[in-house]
C-alpha cells in the first residue's frame, strides 16, 4: 500500500487535475438545475442574505427540508470535496517529489494542465468557513505565480498562444471571483487581468486552431473555455459587494445595462465563436480521433461544454437582473434555456465517461514497466534542444518544437523495482501523454521532427532507438 501510495503521489498526470475540476463543475451546475425545477426555492437578490449558493448572478432561497434539495446539496458538497481534495495530491508531489514536479513546470507543452489545480480548489473551498477563505487566496497567489511563469517560458521558447495556454492564463479569472467574495478589490484586478488577457491571446487562438492542421483535437477542444471563464467572472464580480434586504440599486442597475451587459453580450458572442471552433477542430480531426487510444491527455475532453454551460447560465441570470423591464424576451430565454440544459446533459455524459476512462486506464500509467524501453535523453541532451526556441508562428506548417522536444525525452517518473525492494527516477514514453498532448508514435515523431530540421536548415538526423522511416515526407512543408 504504501509503495502504491508513493507511485501514485509521484506519478499522476498533471492533466488529472481536468477529471477534478470537471468534478467541481458537475456538483455547480446540477445544484443549479435543483433549483431552477425545484418549487420550493424561490429567485431571490443576489445581495440578499437568503442567498446560500452565490455562484450565479441569479440565486435562489430553497426550503432546506425538501428532499431532492438536500439530495443536490449533498452532490453539490461530495463533488467539492472529492474534486478539492484530490488536487492536494499535487502538493504532496511538489512537496515529496520536487524534482519530478520541476521537470513537469519546466515546459509549456508538460505545464499546461497546471492552472486547472487551484481553479479547481478556488470553486472548490469557497464557502467553506476561514479554511476555504484561506485555501481561495492561496489558490489565486500560486495562480497568479504560476501566470507569471507560464508567459515568461513562452516568450522563452516563443510560443503563441494557443487553447492549452487558457487554464494557466485565462483560467485566474475563477480565482478572481472566488476572491472577489472576500477582497472585491483583489477580485477586480484578476478579472481585469483576465478580460485584458482573453482579448489578446483568444483572436490569435481563433486563428491558429482554423489554420493549424498539425494542432492536436484534444487542444482545439478546448478553445470554448478561453471566453467562458471571462463571461462568468465577469457576471459575478459586477453583482453588488454589500448584503441588504432592499437596497437603492437603481444608479448601481442604470451603470450595469449601459456597460456591463453589452460587455456581457460580447463575451457570450465570442463563447459561441469559440464553440463553433472547438467543434470544427473536432471535425476536421475526426479521422485522427478515431485512430486514437485513450491518454492522460484526453481528459482535457472533460470539462470544457460544463465551463462553457457555467457561462451560458450566468449570461441568463444576468439578462433578467439587468434588463430595464426585468423581463427577457420570451423566444430568447427559451433559446437559452434550451442550449443550456443540452450543455448540461452533453457535457455530464463526457465527464463521467472521461471519468471513468481514466481511472481504468490511471493504474497502467501510474506503476509504469520501462524494463524493455530505452530511457529517453534528459531535453537538454535531445535533438530538438538546438532548435526548441525557433518558436512557432501563426500559420506554421509543423508541429510545434517544444511538443517534439517533450515527445523525445517522455516525462520522468518513479519505478519501483519489486525484486530488490528499491525506487529509481527514470525517462520514460511508456506514458503516453505530455500534458494535454497525446504522445506521438515513433515514425510520426521522426517524420515531424526531420521536417522541422529541413525547414531550419539542419541535418536530419535518426538517433539509436528510432525506427527508420521509409515513406518520410515534408508534409505541408515549403522546401
Known sequence: MIIRTKLLICNLPLSAAAISFSIVLLGIVWLRRAEEILTSCKEVNFHSSQCNFPEFPGCYFCDTFDHWYQVATKFHTICSYVGGL?????????????????????????????????MTMALAFTGKGAAGAVAVFVASFLHLALLLWFIYMSLAYQTMPDPSWFPNTIGIGLCAVKVWFYNPLCGHFLIAMTLMLTFLYYPISLIRVALNEKMSSTICWMQMICPAISLYSLAIVMQPSF??????????????????????TCLFGLCIVGMISSLHGLAVRWK???KEEFTPAHAAYSFPLLMHALAVQAYRSSLGFFSETGEVNPALKSALEIYWIVLVSAGTFVAVVCLIMYLSFLPSWIDVNTSDELEPPAPN??????????????????????????????????????????????????VPAVGFEPMMRTRTFNREREALKHLVGGQDIIHEGDEADDDFCFENVNV
Open 243 to 264: 448584503k441588504e434586504e432592499r437596497p437603492d440599486i437603481s444608479h448601481f442597475q442604470t451603470m450595469q445595462r449601459s456597460v456591463y451587459l453589452p460587455s456581457m
Open 381 to 430: 541532451e535531445t535533438s530538438m534542444f538546438e532548435t526548441v526556441t525557433w518558436g512557432e508562428s501563426l500559420i506554421q506548417p509543423y508541429v510545434s518544437p517544444t511538443i517534439l522536444q517533450s515527445n523525445e525525452t517522455g516525462v520522468l517518473v518513479m519505478t519501483h523495482d519489486y525484486e530488490n525492494n528499491w525506487d529509481s527516477l527514470v525517462r520514460t514514453k511508456n
Open 86 to 118: 484530490s488536487v492536494a495530491l499535487y502538493a504532496a508531489k511538489a512537496m515529496l517529489f520536487g524534482r519530478v514536479f520541476i521537470d513537469e513546470m519546466s515546459s509549456p507543452t508538460t505545464a499546461s494542465p497546471a492552472g486547472l489545480i487551484f
Open 288 to 290: 485522427q480521433i478515431q
